[in-house]
């Protein structure tokens, strides 16, 4: 303690004057008279006694004592210039620690590797007293007392501190287990707040019974991997070994989060330590865990099922550190690292939307990570990125990383770019800590700050668990070909549990005996447990729901009817939103004259009581938020439409950011409607979306894709989700895809949204004819397949399957293939009689023409679907055939309506069967279409094709091909010897 | 004097000492005045880091003046935007004509230590706050920040010649003129024009100048459509008669592909650059509409070049990548691409990244869009500095594009210029922007435009004419229009014209393959042991490995003595053989080089010696082209999009991504469905990627079961119904034909040859080869070295060669099959004693499909029943690409009967019960001769 080693003033005798010419000189050396500059300058820079009077000074005073008091003042500071040196040092020093002590901070428990893959110390870090110099300071201004700047806390109550203490206090804060990356954050206040949480001295203490509570945990963690690797040594889990303290650490962060308000936690991880997260967070039983060890174990009826390290749950109970109610439920998930992030977000988000917690203080989402896929996929980065949209956010998400320093065999040098895992989270400015796992206090240190963070700022915080795999990727695998040394570590590393223990025992705040009760304590029920799941013989995926619906089926999980209402509304509704549809529910509020004309359109055929696309879209809507369903919308532009046909957000043209929704101004209790631009992604996006609809299923939820074929970016969530996800988690969702889809010359992009690919996913079986007498084949066939895909031709046809979607008493996805010209093609209109009460969905719509009032006289019978319909018209019109040729359109593709199309086939006993389409040959319906359509005429028949031959891409870039196509395809379904020779 | 210190410190009063004399008040004085000096000039070294931290985010980028281009109008409370900020920093006006000496980090002073606060502050406004906006002190290296300082902060740094001005002025005239000209002749053609950002023609041309300099010959771009027509014409010089008469809706295709949109294509083009004199070759690489996903394609492009040329340090080649900001902020690739961008096997040395942000995403608005201030925060990740430009302040814009051009080639990293523009029209030229943008749209009416507004410029300077810019325009005008004449003569398109990648020498002149025929791709004898003892041996001295794997490397010596080979084995044996004829082998994927089921071991690791690893396939022969083996990051869709740039650089290797799992590749799916199967037809380019595909039922869930080969079949462009024509040259002309070659391959022998047919094909087309899990270590799934010598070949049907085939008539069934269930079919049949009555025969290449085999084959067992048998689900595997092909060769005559699991939504059960039972429930049905009895077809 040397406060005041640096006072030069003390030791100086006093003359005013020269002080004020020197204060004066150092302030601006311009201020003073030139001889001081040169005098002061020349003492400043070192010249020896004397030689700095080479001018005479122009002392009115005169006297010799006062040359020499300047002189000794000049003498005694030529440290004043270096004090400001000093001192800036200093504050450069003290940032240099903010931004770059996490660089050398003891991150890995194994001491082996450095976690920012870089083992260079930086050049502005004290590593050892010789740095000093690059500060231009040295060992003995260690003991010299330096004021703090006010952007650190590390002086607690002082404002000052010898630059030996504020190194110490530093490298406490900033380079022992913790790691704090904050300082690219943009915001004044939240550094500040993140320096005061982690420099502030003794802030990290924790008492006894705080202490005890870890303890426990981590017996917990340990030994339920410790058991299962007793009882089933040969079997895959993906244990937590080497990362245990991410039981503590979660519920860490679940319980001072449950302190602060929240009573809802929804969480994703990938399958590495996930049943202890079962086990000892969520608290599922552990005979259901355990039975699923079991490989005789069989599967009750309710799906094909999944591995056990993939599946979700859901449960409710009090947590007790706060006393408090708390939901918790984990998300299932597939193999496909970090597919679960969005999804995870999109249910946090409706959890929040109908709890009414527009600021997250009730629901919050944590998202468990793996170091090697943070980096890698890049949905964590589609996912970070919808963090803060307004329609998107869900307000702040805890990311957790298990980075265990490998992935699979993969070192991390050879896994990512950026020195950490985490410098995604730089992106959206979200804090990252660091910390050694081995030192089980920091981590809950670490994870309680980020749930304050969270609550406090609602924005991301990442804590990164540094930590270790001590067996292979799974239990079966060898690490040591790849990995030799660090595995020679691993094998030495002492376990986190012993070494806490042994702290904590030495510290006296556990003893042995203690200790080995709880451990004999968690072993027993284990063993309990082990004892019961034996009986298990069955096992109900139901159990493993990560989203019940209570209220929604029987309490046998089955749908409360298997009939739809009809999906017709009365003329005065559909007159009423048509009339909404087509004006500005807002006062003073300027449109641009264009949109002025497309409401007086929308005007005119509510007047003629007719429907275009839009239309039919606003009747479904506004007609399900009247009856209190929420409707979200969501998709790259689709407030306007990707083809400016929807309009569903008005901008005011004088009043910047003013916009109205009349879609929200239909009735007085509506339910409300949410139509959000997204960010442009699909596979974030789509996954968001997903999740929000599993929360509810009294929601419409749709995505619209801006082109149908750029779903493919979002393939995963389709193939591991929204297809197989009833079958693997007995989990409804009824999302709904709008992609828009149609061959019209614009080439091979923006053409085809792959229908054939939807339809290859379906489960059902082309060779087997159904049960048609059954009593409600529709249904029955709908509650059975994986999803429904669809491809109106009409606008009332859409407007129904819309809204059949809520109407029928279970969910399943519904794909759309929605037009881009019909949108707008004068003859693509429904009028409101196919609209009404009584009317329903069309599964097929049969020839109404010419063709079917004499059947037997036509030749041919043209099945098809969407567009091409049009163009079939148009030119057997053209031909002059419309007696001879019969057109049927089959608008639900999946599950196929084998029912109405039979009937359709027997009408016509003199016709030859052909399928008409304009996509490509390996692509479009054929496919599917073919075998199920034999099947349906017991193969009596053949059915040929008309359409454009297989091809590699969905449609030619060249114009001119394009049309020639189509010609040819129209020539083959008009041309009635075609089929002639074939067999 | 303590508390009088302090007082100086925390400015607030506080009980004086009692007995204070005056000398030391004075002191104190004086002392209060020199804390406030050190208080000062700590404040000032704060704000000058304020300004070099948080500069950009007041600086003036946005042309429009109306959006904040950080979607931000906050001012950061510690820049002096006005005097009584100074507060911030306890500084007042009277401060600002006092001294400072100014610290290391900073070179505003230029040759000056010291400035007045009021100088320091303008200088770093000028700096900082003016047209362009740095954004690099998040760099964690000081040398980094210390070199983009200089750049930028020493004063008068921006300035240029008037020959300068000029080129800049005759390249925005290009730019301007040529979407004036396209907007005149096809007022209603989309064209995605570059008004509101024609800056970019300059931007880029200055990148390449300054590049070309420092030594680069090569260029490899990506854009996507916005302004991708101008590039081509006033970038990489494309004749303007190609690009015009594209507009030409009549137009015909000349018949080699069904070809793509305008401003979508390739573009290869070598010239010589006018200012620095030096050759340089330019390829803009072919684009779908999936923003984006040309990125790491671009990057796989730019590798492999480096490769060839030896250029391991990326000083002769490089690449650009043009993003819009919507795209740049949405599609994670871009994020998959920045994560490669300093992986050792997959650098390129640095990538310049131009950013057309234009601040909107076709109606969406920025703040709807992202979550990050800027659209460039991704290159934070890999600490690439970012520097933001008022695109209508053409000098900044060309001053920041050389400085990031010399920053790549000093550092060797990424770099972003953020041209923060805006769209003169609507998405396209027919779109309606002021539905949803109103007002910005009225700004950008009344916007001049950037060329006009440099026109003026430097007229006022007296640097042109007027008289001379409007000559500039006429001639590049009359250009345009000579060029709009002669390309009403164009009647027909050539695709080929517009190859980003031709392999010179691999075609003959026409483009067409050198013959129609492949040799056999079976090796001699020695050879297949010489590989086999290096693939079982350490080649390095000293180098100690597990001895886990010394057991493995005991087997591999084994079964060459047995003239024995399993998969892995196989592998070595086509890998090795081709490196010996120069073919250069990449493998990259995850965890491939031990590989995911431990069977590879293509890299050894010394089990005492860190990161010591050696490299056996390295070691085989003197001559012998370079194997790459490379564990990638944990992406798929930036991977694969990486490796099929690379095997689009040359048809002389190798080149194969492995999944980890074969499910895992649905996540690449843009790069298979919008590259891989389409790029032939789409683009005329040629690519021998080959997909490695682990797939198989094994009980193992839902997941990591199925490679998903029905999607791969159907999209193969054969026709089911066309019933071909057996020409002498079926085989090879059948994979002329096809869009992609789908394999599954039942023994590693066949593995074998189909790798080296790969190679030794006189064409490139990607290969999907479903391969094997449990098989790699199945007893039986081993080849003689009798399959693989000189004359033998890839076996695309794999006959029954048993009892059943001995005495055909006998046979009362035929099963197909394809892949691993072939060996549960074998074992069924022999412990059910059916080998007489029931053949088995594999199909290994599936599509395209082996008509004539399957033929012969079928005529030769008259009196039995087909059947396929798969052990996926029936909407899945193969069954629905294979029975119309079927019923095709077999005229419909006879049925093919389906043998396999039930249709399902998901690939697999995640209960094992369920699996075994399902599995043993088709066995039956296979054996089972009575099953199809009195059912129609």
């Not at chain 1, 679940?254 to 000892?280: F, Q, T, W």
């Not at chain 1, 996800?725 to 010359?745: D, S, T, Y």
């Not at chain 2, 079976?522 to 000293?542: C, R, W, Y």
């Amino acid at each position: 303690s040397a406060p005041v080693a640096a006072e030069p003033f003390l030791s100086g005798t006093s003359s005013n004057y020269v002080e004020e010419m020197y204060c004066a000189w150092l302030e601006n050396p311009k201020s003073v008279h030139k001889s001081w500059d040169i005098f002061f300058r020349n003492t400043n820079a070192g010249a020896p006694p004397g030689t700095a009077y080479q001018s005479p000074l122009p002392l009115s005073r005169g006297s010799l004592a006062a040359v020499a008091h300047a002189q000794s003042l000049v003498e005694a500071q030529p440290n004043v210039d270096k004090l400001v040196e000093d001192h800036l040092a200093v504050q450069s020093l003290i940032r240099a620690y903010q931004i770059r002590g996490h660089h050398v901070a003891q991150l890995d428990p194994l001491g082996i590797l450095d976690a920012d893959l870089d083992s260079s110390v930086p050049a502005d870090i004290i590593s050892s007293t010789d740095k000093l110099g690059f500060y231009g300071l040295d060992e003995s201004d260690l003991d010299k007392v330096f004021h703090l700047p006010t952007t650190t806390f590390i002086g607690g109550q002082e404002s000052a501190l010898p630059l030996r203490e504020i190194i110490r206090r530093l490298e406490m804060a900033y380079c022992q287990h913790i790691g704090v990356e904050f300082m690219f954050i943009n915001d004044l206040e939240q550094c500040q707040w993140i320096r005061q949480k982690f420099e502030t001295p003794g802030i990290m203490q924790f008492t006894n019974e705080e202490k005890r509570t870890l303890l426990a945990r981590l017996v917990r963690s340990t030994r339920f991997e410790e058991f299962l690797q007793r009882k089933w040594s040969s079997e895959k889990r993906f244990g937590l070994e080497g990362c245990e303290v991410l039981i503590p650490a979660l519920k860490t962060i679940i319980d001072k989060s449950s302190e602060n308000g929240v009573d809802y936690v929804i969480m994703g991880m990938p399958h590495r330590g996930r049943l202890n997260v079962l086990a000892n967070v969520i608290r599922k039983e552990l005979e259901q865990i355990f039975c699923q060890f079991d490989s005789k174990l069989e599967a009750a009826d309710e799906g094909s099922g999944d591995v056990k390290y993939h599946l979700g749950m859901y449960h409710r109970r009090i947590n007790r550190v706060t006393d408090r109610n708390i939901t918790l439920s984990l998300v299932a998930n597939p193999s496909h690292l970090e597919a679960a992030d969005p999804v995870v977000m999109g249910k946090t988000k409706a959890e929040q939307f109908y709890c009414g917690d527009t600021e997250g203080k009730k629901v919050m989402s944590i998202l468990l990570h793996g170091d090697a896929a943070f980096a890698g996929q890049g949905i964590v980065y589609e996912t970070f990125h919808l963090s803060d949209l307004p329609s998107y956010t869900t307000h702040g998400t805890v990311h957790v990383v298990v980075n265990n320093q490998i992935g699979f065999t993969t070192d991390p040098r050879m896994a990512r770019s950026s020195p950490y895992p985490t410098d995604v989270a730089r992106v959206v400015n979200a804090p990252i800590f660091h910390v050694n796992s081995d030192d089980p206090e920091a981590v809950m240190y670490v994870c309680k700050v980020a749930a304050e963070w969270r609550s406090t700022f609602h924005k991301d915080v990442v804590v990164d668990l540094v930590c270790y795999r001590r067996n292979g990727h799974n239990e079966m695998d060898e690490p040591m070909f790849t990995q030799p040394l660090m595995y020679k570590q691993i094998r030495k590393q002492k376990p986190v549990l012993q070494k806490y223990a042994e702290l904590l025992v030495s510290q006296g705040v556990v003893n042995q005996p203690e200790y080995e009760e709880e451990i004999s304590k968690y072993d027993k029920i284990c063993e309990e447990a082990f004892a019961r799941s034996k009986d298990e013989k069955i096992l109900h995926i139901k159990h493993w729901l990560d989203s019940p619906w209570p209220g929604f089926f029987t309490l046998d999980g089955q749908p409360r009817s298997m009939s739809c209402p009809s999906t017709g509304l009365t003329e005065d509704i559909l007159t009423h939103i048509g009339n909404v549809a087509s004006s500005v529910p807002v006062e003073n509020f300027t449109i641009h004259g264009g949109l002025s004309r497309i409401l007086k359109t929308r005007g005119e055929m509510v007047k003629n009581r007719t429907v275009d696309w839009a239309l039919a879209e606003y009747m479904a809507f506004g007609s399900l938020l009247k009856e209190g369903i929420h409707i979200r919308l969501s998709g790259q532009d689709v407030e306007r439409g990707t083809f400016s046909h929807r309009h569903h957000v008005l901008h005011d043209q004088n009043v910047d950011k003013r916009t109205c929704i009349p879609m929200n101004h239909l009735w007085p209790n509506q339910a409300p409607y949410t139509v959000c631009n997204s960010s442009l992604s699909e596979y974030g996006v789509l996954g968001f979306e997903l999740g929000f609809a599993m929360a509810s299923p009294n929601a419409l939820v749709l995505w619209e894709a801006q082109f149908g074929d750029f779903h493919n970016t979002a393939q995963c969530i389709i193939d591991q989700f929204i297809c197989p996800g009833q079958a693997k988690w007995v989990r409804q969702n009824g999302i709904v895809l709008l992609l828009p889809h149609g061959m019209e010359g614009m080439g091979p992009e923006h053409s085809s949204a792959r229908p054939e690919r939807f339809l290859q996913m379906c489960n059902d079986d082309p060779d087997v004819l159904p049960d048609l007498k059954e009593a409600n084949f529709d249904i029955n066939q709908l509650y059975d397949c994986n999803w429904v895909v669809v491809n109106c031709s009409t606008p009332g046809n859409f407007f129904h399957v819309l809204r059949r979607q809520i109407l029928l008493p279970f969910r399943k996805p519904l794909i759309i293939f929605t037009p881009k010209s019909l949108l707008r093609h004068p003859e693509a209109r429904s009028s409101f009689d196919e609209m009404l009460p009584g009317t329903h969905f069309q599964r097929v719509i049969p020839e109404d023409g010419p063709a079917a009032q004499n059947p037997e006289n036509v030749k041919r019978l043209l099945f098809c679907t969407g567009k091409v319909y049009y163009d079939l018209t148009r030119e057997r019109k053209a031909r002059d055939m419309v007696g001879q040729v019969a057109i049927t359109r089959i608008e639900q593709l999946s599950p196929f309506p084998f029912d109405l199309l039979l009937k359709e086939v027997q009408k016509y006993p003199n016709a030859e069967l052909a399928w008409c389409q304009e996509e490509h040959k390996n692509q479009g319906y054929y496919d599917y279409v073919k075998p199920r359509l034999r099947t349906t005429i017991s193969r009596a028949k053949p059915v040929w094709y008309a359409g454009r031959d297989p091809a590699a891409a969905p449609a030619t870039g060249n114009k001119k091909t394009h049309l020639t196509e189509l010609q040819r395809l129209l020539d083959t379904a008009f041309d009635l010897d075609v089929f002639k020779n074939f067999s | 004097f303590r508390e009088a210190s302090e007082e100086a410190f925390s400015g607030s009063a506080q009980p004086r000492p009692p007995s204070v004399v005056h000398e030391s008040r004075s002191a104190v004085s004086s002392r209060t005045k020199t804390s406030k000096l050190v208080e000062d000039h700590l404040a000032v070294q704060s704000l000058i880091r304020a300004y070099q931290i948080r500069g950009h985010h007041v600086a003036q980028l946005d042309p429009l003046g109306i959006l904040d281009a950080d979607l931000d109008s906050f001012v950061p409370s510690d820049l002096i935007t006005t005097i009584d900020k100074l507060a911030f920093y306890d500084l007042q006006e009277a401060d600002l004509d006092k001294e400072f000496q100014l610290p290391t980090t900073t070179f505003i002073g230029g040759s000056e230590n010291t400035l007045s606060l009021r100088e320091i502050i303008r200088r770093l406004e000028n700096t900082y706050c003016q047209h362009i906006g740095l954004e690099f002190m998040f760099i964690n290296d000081v040398e980094q920040c210390q070199w983009i300082r200089q750049k930028f902060e020493t004063p008068g740094v921006m300035q240029f010649s008037s020959e300068e001005k000029r080129t800049l002025l005759a390249r925005l005239v290009r730019s301007m003129r040529f979407e004036d000209f396209l907007a005149r002749k096809w007022s209603s053609e989309k064209r995605f024009g570059l008004e509101g950002c024609e800056v970019m023609i300059p931007a880029l041309k200055t990148i390449i100048d300054k590049s070309s300099e420092m030594g680069i010959e090569n260029v490899i771009l990506g854009m996507p459509h916005r302004g991708r027509l101008n590039v081509l014409a006033n970038v990489i010089r494309k004749d303007l008669e190609q690009i015009f008469c594209q507009f030409d809706p009549k137009l015909e295709a000349a018949d080699e592909g069904s070809g793509d949109v305008k401003y979508h294509l390739g573009m290869y083009h070598e010239r010589i650059n006018r200012v620095t004199n030096r050759n340089i070759t330019l390829s803009l690489v072919a684009n779908p509409s999936h923003l984006e996903a040309v990125d790491p394609v671009v990057q796989g492009k730019t590798k492999a070049e480096q490769f060839y040329r030896g250029d391991a340090q990326g000083k002769k080649v490089m690449s650009i990548l043009v993003h819009g900001d919507a795209a740049f902020a949405g599609q994670g690739v871009v994020y998959e691409t920045f994560h490669l961008s300093d992986l050792p096997s997959y650098t390129t040395n640095g990538t310049v990244h131009v950013v057309v942000n234009n601040q909107i995403g076709f109606t969406t608005d920025p703040r709807m869009a992202r979550s990050s201030p800027y659209p460039t925060d991704v290159a934070r990740v890999v600490n690439a500095p970012i520097f933001h430009v008022n695109a209508d302040d053409p000098e900044a814009v060309i001053y920041v594009c050389s400085v990031a051009a010399e920053w790549r080639n000093t550092f060797n990293k990424d770099v972003v210029v953020d041209l923060v523009c805006y769209r003169r029209r609507g998405h396209n030229e027919m779109d309606e922007p002021m539905f949803t943008q109103p007002l910005m749209y009225k700004q950008i009416h009344r916007q001049v435009p950037v060329l006009k507004k440099y026109a003026d410029k430097l007229i006022a300077e007296g640097t042109v004419t007027l008289q001379e810019f409007e000559e500039e325009i006429a001639k590049y005008d009359r250009i345009c229009e000579e060029a709009y004449g002669r390309s009403k003569d164009k009647k027909i398109l050539h695709i080929k014209h517009w190859l980003d990648s031709p392999w010179p020498g691999f075609f003959n002149v026409d483009g067409e393959p050198k013959s129609m025929t492949c040799p056999a791709t079976g090796i001699p004898e020695d050879m297949l042991t010489h590989i086999g003892s290096v693939a079982s041996s350490v080649p390095l001295e000293d180098f100690k490995i597990h001895t886990g794997l010394s057991r493995i490397l005991r087997g591999r010596a084994d079964m060459t003595k047995n003239r024995t080979v399993d998969w892995a084995l196989a592998e070595y044996m086509a890998f090795g053989s081709l490196l010996k004829e120069g073919i250069h082998v990449r493998l990259s994927g995850q965890d491939v080089e031990r590989g995911t089921f431990s069977h590879r071991h293509h890299v050894l690791h010394d089990q005492e010696v860190d990161r010591r690893t050696c490299v056996p396939m390295n070691h085989l022969w003197p001559d012998q082209a370079p194997y790459t083996v490379c564990n990638s990051s944990l992406s798929e869709y930036g991977v694969l999009g990486f490796e099929l740039g690379y095997a689009m650089a040359s048809p002389n290797a190798l080149v194969l991504w492995e999944a980890q799992f074969g499910d895992f590749h649905n996540t690449a799916q843009c790069i298979i469905d919008q590259f891989i199967s389409t790029g032939q037809a789409k683009w005329v380019r040629h690519n021998g990627i080959v997909l490695l595909l682990p797939h198989g039922m094994e009980g193992m869930g839902p997941e990591h079961s199925s490679a998903r080969p029905e999607r791969f079949l159907q999209m193969s462009n054969d026709d089911s119904d066309a019933y071909p024509a057996f020409t002498k040259d079926f085989e090879v002309s059948q994979l002329y034909d096809c869009n992609w070659i789908v394999v599954n391959c039942s023994t590693p022998a066949n593995y074998f040859h189909v790798l080296r047919r790969q190679i030794l094909l006189p064409f490139r087309k990607p290969l999907i080869i479903f391969t094997p899990k449990s098989l790699l270590r199945h007893p039986e799934a081993k080849s003689s070295f009798d399959q693989m010598v000189s004359g033998t070949s890839f076996q695309r049907v794999i006959p029954e060669d048993g009892a059943a085939a001995r005495a055909p008539e006998q046979v009362q069934r035929l099963i197909f099959c394809t892949g691993k269930v072939y060996y549960d079919l074998v074992k069924e049949r022999s412990s059910q004693d059916l080998e007489e009555k029931v053949a088995i025969t594999r199909l290994e290449q599936i599509s395209p499909f082996p008509f004539d085999l399957i033929k012969q084959e079928a005529e030769k067992y008259p009196g039995a029943e087909l059947a396929w048998c798969q052990e996926e689900h029936k909407n899945m595997g193969y069954y629905d690409y294979i029975s119309p092909r079927f019923m095709t060769i077999l005229r419909r005559a006879r049925p093919i009967w389906y043998v396999g699991r039930d249709p399902a939504a998901a690939p697999a059960t995640g209960n094992r019960n369920t699996h075994l039972v399902s599995l043993k429930k088709f066995l039956d049905t296979a054996f089972n001769l009575q099953a199809f009895e009195g059912k129609t077809f």
